[in-house]
Structures are given as C-alpha cells and as structure tokens.
C-alpha cells in the first residue's frame, strides 16, 4: 500500500500551470520535512522544493524559483506543488518526499526517509 500518493501531473503546454498534490496516508508519521524531487529521462534525481512541516519554511532550486510554490495542508496531511510558467525542460517524473527530521542538506535525495511513486509531467513546447 502506497503511503505517499502523488496526483496532477499530466500533459500541459509551455507557459501554463498544473499543481501536484502529495498526500500521505500514513498519519502517525513524525512528519518534519516534505520535498519534492524531480527525475527527467536519462538524469539523476533532482531537488526542486522542500518545506518544514512546523513552521512551513520553505526552500527552492533556482531553476524553479519563482515559478513553483511549495504548499501544505496539516489537516489533510498533503502537500502541494503549485508550477506556474511551466517550460519543456521541467518534463520529468516528479516525487514527493517525507523525513522525520530536518536536515541542512534538504536537497539531497538520501536524506528523505519516504518515496511517493510519483507522477509523470510533460510540458510540449
């Protein structure tokens, strides 16, 4: 059974909008930081977002800063990737990402504990 379950990718055009969604079933996780990560075809995976579950501080990869916002919801136990002006070099395969604890390399694959299964996003140009 899935615990992170990652939702809204699809095909879209370059310079539109989608939102992700990340919602995690497993409640009684000490949930401290959630990420999300990206993998294109070919590459490795790539940090794009993170945001401290207490407090929602938040941090961004510059190749997304100031198009995507990290969001989250403590009621519904979800986490959100909104990416606006979407360009053809954002196709991958995106992931949400959990941790217990926070760490200062946030944006560091191994440093997440638990993997959604993710969700392919293609933006034509």
């Known amino acids: 059974q899935e615990e992170l379950v990652e939702s809204g990718g699809g095909l879209v055009q370059a310079g539109g909008s989608v939102r992700l969604s990340c919602a995690d079933s497993?409640?009684?996780?000490?949930?401290?930081?959630m990420g999300w990560f990206r993998q294109a075809t070919g590459k490795a995976r790539e940090f794009v977002a993170v945001?401290?579950?207490?407090?929602?501080?938040?941090n961004y990869a510059d190749s997304v800063k100031g198009r995507f916002t990290i969001s989250k919801d403590n009621a519904k136990d979800t986490v959100y990737l909104q990416m606006n002006s979407l360009k053809p070099e954002d196709t991958a395969i995106y992931y949400c990402?959990?941790?217990?604890?926070?760490?200062?390399?946030?944006?560091?694959?191994?440093?997440?504990?638990?993997w959604g299964q993710g969700t392919q996003l293609t933006v034509s140009s």
């Open positions: 990402a959990a941790a217990s604890y926070s760490s200062s390399a946030y944006d560091r694959p191994d440093q997440y504990e638990r």
């Open positions: 497993r409640h009684t996780f000490r949930r401290v930081t």
């Open positions: 945001i401290r579950w207490f407090g929602g501080r938040s």
